[in-house]
């Protein structure tokens, strides 16, 4: 005897409003065959070309986030991205200096980063986790892109006992994303650009919070009205500071309770 199916109703009720809207989308556009095929083999061609992450991550994470936090208390999340990766290694120093190619191989200008973290309650919160990742000064990420050893300009550190940190690192710049696959054939035919402006990507755990994942942008970035990933927030602003032989820079940053 066949073995009775365990319904989803979560997968279901999504499933079904998913059909509702996109009835309503089909009727409003009243897409024609041609059209039709011609999506689904773009589609095909985005899935064989291991590019559905990318794609998603810069065209869909976006509205998903806006949807569940734009109204709720604490600091507004931003796109996880494609470049992040886990293993990064612990900076047990403070401040946490990332780790970098030698002074003469590492290109760019200098970078100090502070934070405070705290809860919407208003609580420090000392001992939170911090990882930290972000691009070269050829707008290139490590494990990934870059001819960088592993986890150059990656890691993870703690806060103090009051919720501080202070992170050593360089400026990143503005990058494009991949151009030379199916999500490029999408930017190219929408008439975007391929741009994202310069951010740096922050991941803060703290037990009893929800996790937030978000960025940072730098205030007087060409691209920061028309990032082709509509990833930025005017909460996660920050300016740049000019100070001495590098740059400084600083933002505080509030955990939701679970």
Known sequence: MAEAVVKNERVLEVYESFVKHMKKFLDEQQLNHEEYTNFVEWADRLGRSGEIPLFLDVFVETYVLEAKYKKLPGTEPS??????????????DKPAVMSMRPVDK?????????????????????????????????????????????????GHFYTDENGDFEVHSIVPIPYQIP??????????????????????????????????????????????????????????????????????????????TE
């Open 179 to 256: 151009t030379d696959g199916p999500t490029g054939e999408f930017v190219s035919a929408a008439g975007y650009h391929a741009y994202r402006p310069a951010h740096l990507h922050l991941m803060l755990e703290k037990e009893g919070h929800e996790t937030l994942i978000t960025q940072v942008f730098f205030q007087g970035d060409e691209w920061l009205e028309t990032d082709v990933a509509n990833g930025v927030r005017s909460s996660l602003l920050t300016g740049l500071k000019q100070v001495g032989d590098h740059k400084e820079a600083s933002l505080d940053f509030v955990l939701r």
């Open 106 to 154: 590492e290109k760019g200008e200098k970078l100090i980063f502070r934070g405070n973290v705290s809860s919407v309650n208003g609580q420090k919160l000392a001992n939170t986790k911090v990882e930290f990742w972000q691009n070269d000064a050829d707008g290139l990420y490590s494990n990934f892109d870059s001819d960088a050893p592993d986890f150059n300009l990656r």
């Open 79 to 92: 796109l996880l991205g494609p470049y992040f990766t886990e293993g990064s290694p612990l900076i047990e």
